[in-house]
């Protein structure tokens, strides 16, 4: 018999953490109770040792761990789960008081059992919750309490005798109240109620004239084999709408069919079967009578040709036949006069643009402007300010361009040289036209008129500082982030981890990832 070879394989995959030898690094990791994935990942990211990986994450954990009422919790959301509260909420206490976590726990407890509330020997967390469980509106016991200036036990039980006051009874039966009545007959309970308004009578007996008049609308007889529960809602599938209506000796499938083959609405024959308390064919015969009595739509006639209405005469012309009554009933003019307007309108931007100045032509002005080297939109925007022709204001730009070239001179601001006025203004938010206007206002420099827009927009600033690194000024530590492709939070995290400055943390994760780029 072969002599069995002994296996060193799983030799190799033990681990020594604090003088204790594990059969794996994930075992360790299971036994002080850490993510084996999360220590792959950091020693992985930051290039150090499996045990500094582990260490970093026991003392997380530690850090964790609170003790509250002299017991040790292993999270602010353990805690919270025992006492049943919202981690949300209590952190958002931190937050807002910059107080401990144990004083955060310890005011939620104290709301928790100041909103607790005991309605006949049971208790419920709150109010709300108390209402919602025996089925009424918190909102009005609360308005109820404020009033009346009572207790919630008395507001809960008012509004419970009111809602046992509802209960509706007709036909013999009893319901729960007038809506579940409505619903049981195929009926919308806001309708009947409009009727009941209208009539002002009882409401079980306009509802007797209502069902007695819609034949049909009866709820199901209720028989040994199937039995109809309280509360289920009646079906309409005996209502006459689902039966054939004759009219004149023709049968159609139903009412609604008739009145689609005479043209004719059918909801306006039944509500006029209702008011006037006729039956449906009557109501269908003085529709279509007066169908026949209105005179048909006026056609449109424009340059001989004969169309249907104003509506088919735009859509040929490829026209908004709005916007074609509306210029005719602003401007006072015809029909025609108006659609002609468009059709032209419609022609003109279809054809090519053609720009003609000093006797040579272009294909635009866009390129005389570059031809010239003067912007287009301050062409444009002075021809419609000054109301003048678009070559005289071309002139004026091509005489002014040496002037208009020294205006738009280099900005200096705080000792960073920047192409133009505008272009600093861009960099912090301020309006150019503004500091302009101002320096012309008050006989003063750009440079001062700036300043005063900085100063206004200080609170602003305040939350936003500016930041320096390496003797360039940033408006912002954000905007000095994004330029160089690191994450600002990542910044500030490790500035108050590591107690350091904001410059030195720029550094370093600048450094990080100028190694990543290397490797």
């Known amino acids: 018999m072969p002599r069995k070879i002994r296996s060193n394989y799983m030799e190799k995959f033990k681990f020594v953490y604090n003088g204790r030898t594990f059969e794996s690094k994930h075992k360790c990791c299971n036994f002080y109770g850490i993510c084996y994935r999360s220590v792959m990942a950091y020693q992985n990211q930051y290039k150090c040792r499996t045990e500094e990986a582990i260490t970093h994450f026991i003392e997380l954990k530690k ?8 017991r040790k919790w292993a999270s602010i959301k353990t805690c919270c789960e025992f006492y049943d509260l919202n981690e949300d909420s209590v952190k958002t206490d931190m937050w807002n008081r910059k107080c ?36 009424i509106n918190p909102i009005s016991v609360r308005l109820y309490m404020e009033k009346n200036g009572v207790s919630s ?65 009866m709820p199901k007889e209720v028989t040994k084999k199937e039995e109809i529960s309280e509360n289920q ?57 007066k169908k026949e009595t209105e005179t048909p739509k006026m056609q449109f006639f424009y340059k001989g040709k004969k169309y249907k209405s104003v509506s088919a005469c735009c859509a040929e012309y490829g026209v908004n036949a709005s916007s074609v009554r509306n210029r005719a009933k602003t401007t ?7 659609l002609e307007h468009f059709i032209k309108k419609a022609r003109m931007e279809t054809q090519p643009s053609v720009f003609i100045f000093r006797d040579k032509t272009y294909s635009s002005l866009e390129e005389c402007c570059l031809e010239y080297g003067v912007n287009a939109d301050s062409v444009s925007s002075r021809k419609y300010r000054l109301n003048c022709t678009m070559e005289e204001s071309l002139e004026h ?23 133009s006025l505008r272009a600093c203004c861009q960099k912090y938010g301020i309006d150019d036209i503004c500091v302009r206007q101002r320096a012309r206002d008050k006989n003063c420099s750009l440079e001062e008129s700036f300043t005063h827009f900085m100063t206004r927009k200080r609170k602003k600033m305040l939350s936003n500082p500016e ?53």
């Open 153 to 217: 036990t008395r507001a809960i039980t008012y509004y419970i005798k009111s809602k046992e006051k509802r209960a509706f009874e007709f036909r013999g039966k009893e319901y729960k109240n007038f809506t579940e009545c409505c619903l049981a007959y195929g009926l919308k309970p806001k309708s009947v109620s409009s009727a009941v308004f209208k009539a002002k009578r009882p409401h079980a007996d306009v509802m007797e004239e209502i069902i007695s008049h819609m034949e049909g609308c």
């Open 397 to 419: 730009f091509i005489e002014n361009k040496d002037m208009i070239a020294e205006r738009i001179q280099k900005f200096t601001f705080k000792g960073i040289e920047y192409r």
């Open 233 to 289: 809602v009646m079906s309409k599938e005996r209502h006459r709408a689902k039966e054939a209506f004759f009219y004149e000796g023709n049968k159609y499938i139903s009412l609604g069919q008739c009145c689609e083959f005479y043209g004719i609405n059918e909801s306006s024959v039944r509500s006029r079967a209702w008011r006037k308390k006729c039956t449906w064919e009557e109501a269908v015969k003085y529709y279509i009578q």
């Open 332 to 338: 006072e003019c015809s029909i025609e006069e108006s």
């Open 100 to 135: 401990t976590p144990q004083e955060a726990i310890e005011r939620a407890i104290e709301w928790k059992k100041a909103h607790e509330i005991t309605y006949h020997g049971v208790k419920y967390p709150s109010l709300p919750q108390c209402c919602e469980d025996l089925g």
């Open 63 to 70: 850090n964790k761990e609170i003790i509250f009422r002299n």
């Open 467 to 519: 930041f320096e690194y390496h003797g360039t000024v940033y408006p912002s530590l954000k905007v000095c982030c994004e330029e160089l492709g690191i994450n600002k939070n990542s910044v500030i995290s490790r500035s108050h981890r590591a107690g350091c400055s904001l410059q030195e943390a720029v550094e370093y994760y600048v450094s990080q990832q100028e190694r990543r780029t290397l490797d």
